[in-house]
């Protein structure tokens, strides 16, 4: 009777996303643990053994053939198969099907639009759009979805992009400074010719002022600059809320 075995170069997975890379003429995969390739390459995931299945490399990880030692040290002038893992996870193509690249892509769609909600609002009555109206927004300019890049990112993108079509803008931040002495006029004079900011209180006392102000959450970084370098660190930038916005009836 005869005996059915499995080679000893083949190992069976199952439910795998995989890595592909091309080398030295030949392809080489990776298995990897559906959803964490992305959270390693954005550097969310830090442990290899919570991303990959086993630490092997294969020709084809759906066949469950492994990589020949001499094949690898030619492509990758190593066989260290977990190191290898790392470059493919790095520099290799993910393998998705058209059912997961539309599934991933809508997602992502979603995540923008929540996040550009979360970020503006309509200047108009400084309420903050529903993720709904965005999305429509998003789909009458036609916007296309970049899979490489993350929701944050596009956002930013989107925002610029819908400003040809509704009202909307970044939520201001409301920021509090205290300063004093020669540089206090300096200071003010530049803060005031930012196109963004809105002054919203001024309190005087000697040569001691306080100003309460809105402004673009994109100039936060050129103001504490240039505040600490105009005040030679003397002066005190605060933080007083993230977003400024009406919620119903209620100011925030």
Not at 85 to 90: F, G, S, T
Not at 106 to 131: G, H, M, S
Request: hydrophobic share 35%; proline share 3%; net charge positive.
């Amino acid at each position: 009777m005869s005996k059915i075995f499995t080679p000893t170069n083949q190992i069976r997975l199952t439910n795998v996303a995989v890595v592909r890379i091309k080398k030295a003429g030949k392809r080489f995969e990776i298995a990897c643990y559906r959803n964490k390739v992305v959270s390693w390459r954005n550097q969310v995931e830090k442990d290899i053994d919570e991303v990959l299945q086993t630490h092997s490399v294969f020709t084809n990880v759906s066949k469950g053939q492994v990589a020949k030692k001499e094949d690898l040290i030619k492509a990758f002038g190593k066989d260290d198969h977990t190191e290898i893992c790392k470059e493919i996870l790095a520099k290799g193509e993910l393998q998705v099907s058209d059912k997961e690249r539309h599934s991933q892509t809508e997602q992502l769609f979603k995540d923008i639009a929540t996040t550009v909600a979360d970020k503006c609002l309509n200047p108009e009555i400084k309420r903050p759009y529903p993720v709904t109206i965005i999305e429509k927004a998003m789909k009458d300019v036609h916007y296309s979805v970049k899979p490489n890049q993350s929701a944050k990112q596009q956002a930013l993108q989107v925002i610029k992009l819908l400003k040809e079509s509704i009202p909307i803008e970044r939520a201001k931040m409301r920021l509090k400074v205290n300063f004093k002495g020669k540089a206090s006029k300096k200071i003010k004079e530049k803060l005031t010719k930012i196109e963004s900011v809105e002054i919203e209180k001024e309190d005087r006392e000697d040569d001691e002022i306080t100003l309460v102000f809105l402004v673009d959450p994109g100039y936060f970084k050129e103001i504490d600059s240039m505040v600490q370098s105009e005040s030679k660190g003397n002066a005190f930038l605060e933080v007083m809320s993230y977003k400024e916005m009406v919620l119903g009836d209620e100011h925030f």
